[in-house]
T-cell receptor
Framework: KAGVTQTPRYLIKTRGQQVTLSCSPI?????VSWYQQTPGQGLQFLFE???????NKGNFPGRFSGRQFSNSRSEMNVSTLELGDSALYLC??????????????FGEGSRLTVL | GNSVTQMEGPVTLSEEAFLTINCTYT??????LFWYVQYPGEGLQLLLK?????DKGSNKGFEATYRKETTSFHLEKGSVQVSDSAVYFC?????????????FGSGTQLTVLP
């Protein structure tokens, strides 16, 4: 069974640009969550999508957005990039329904550097 | 809301040493508790979990016991290996309506020296 796939793995942008990151969940998983990981703030929850609907959103500015497609693939977008957006962005998938197990399956992340 | 306080790192140990990483939590009720591990250059993966008080989760020689009296879920391993070098995260779930997410601790970097 293929794992969670994130693309691109590495990217460099300049301030003011925008970026789109992609995540393909494990087959059959309908929930996709996004986390931002930085040395200073640790792991912070961005948002969760289930069946193309955003179910929950973390405390991030409106520059951070996401969406989910009918095949459960998800994208997140960051507009007007700031230096502080430099981070590892992790995507995680799960079944998203039924008895909650708490197990998330993470991708290897997309490392964004903003210059 | 739910929160997790995790032992600050980094932690450096020699091979075969005993490991303890402390984790305490604040939550309503008795949620499941988790330890995730992140090896260099990889995403996080579930290491072990406990679903109710007094449960002991175990995997790959690691253990953690869910103690409601002290609201703790400390991670232990009797004899660490170089391959255990990684960042360890304690986590608990947060529910809001139908939404589900995990709240993670700050992470503890473990380095094991040969």
């Amino acid at each position: 069974k293929a794992g969670v796939t994130q693309t691109p793995r590495y990217l460099i942008k300049t301030r003011g640009q925008q970026v789109t990151l992609s995540c393909s969940p494990i087959s059959g998983h309908r929930s996709v969550s996004w986390y931002q990981q930085t040395p200073g703030q640790g792991l912070q929850f961005l948002f969760e999508y289930f069946s193309e609907t955003q179910r929950n959103k973390g405390n991030f500015p409106g520059r951070f957005s996401g969406r989910q497609f009918s095949n459960s693939r998800s994208e997140m977008n960051v507009s007007t990039l700031e230096l502080g957006d430099s981070a590892l962005y992790l995507c995680a998938s799960s079944l998203g329904q039924g008895k909650y197990t708490g197990e998330l399956f993470f991708g290897e992340g997309s490392r964004l550097t903003v210059l | 809301g739910n929160s997790v306080t995790q032992m600050e790192g980094p932690v450096t140990l020699s091979e075969e040493a005993f490991l303890t990483i402390n984790c305490t939590y604040t939550a309503t009720g008795y949620p499941s508790l988790f330890w995730y591990v992140q090896y260099p250059g990889e995403g996080l993966q579930l290491l072990l979990k406990a679903t109710k008080a007094d449960d002991k989760g175990s995997n790959k020689g690691f253990e953690a016991t869910y103690r409601k009296e002290t609201t703790s879920f400390h991670l232990e391993k009797g004899s660490v290996q170089v391959s255990d070098s990684a960042v360890y995260f304690c986590a608990l779930p947060y529910f809001s309506g139908s939404a589900r997410q995990l709240t993670f601790g700050s992470g503890t970097q473990l380095t094991v020296l040969p």
